[in-house]
């Protein structure tokens, strides 16, 4: 449920971001994200995407955690322990992805073998 509201946000976010339609998604993206949303899933696109936005994901958040570094450390405030702490759990984040990667991966994998042999 959570890949599915993951993939809404995309969604509104480019529509949004759409010269075409300047503001806040209407009713109408809305409906015609969760029609996209449908095709994918029929077209089996949505397990393809699925891995690059956990990817994305942590990507992001190293990025931002950087950011932050840099930012305390030009004005002086960098507090060495609170940025430790934050690194660790973005790299928590990072491998908890990777291993949600992997394991997928194994399950697509089985299941694809089990039906050839069947």
Known sequence: MAIRTILKNILAAQASASPARPGPPGKADLIENQDKLD?????GLREK???????NNASHAQQEHQKHHNQMEMLG???????QDEKNE???????????RTTRDTRTRWTTEST???
């Open 90 to 100: 973005v790299e928590a984040t990072t491998r908890r992805s990777s291993k949600q």
């Open 49 to 55: 995407l699925i891995p690059k936005v956990l990817e």
């Open 39 to 43: 095709k994918m899933d029929n077209q």
């Open 116 to 118: 050839r042999t069947s």
């Open 77 to 83: 405030q960098l507090d060495t322990k609170k940025c």
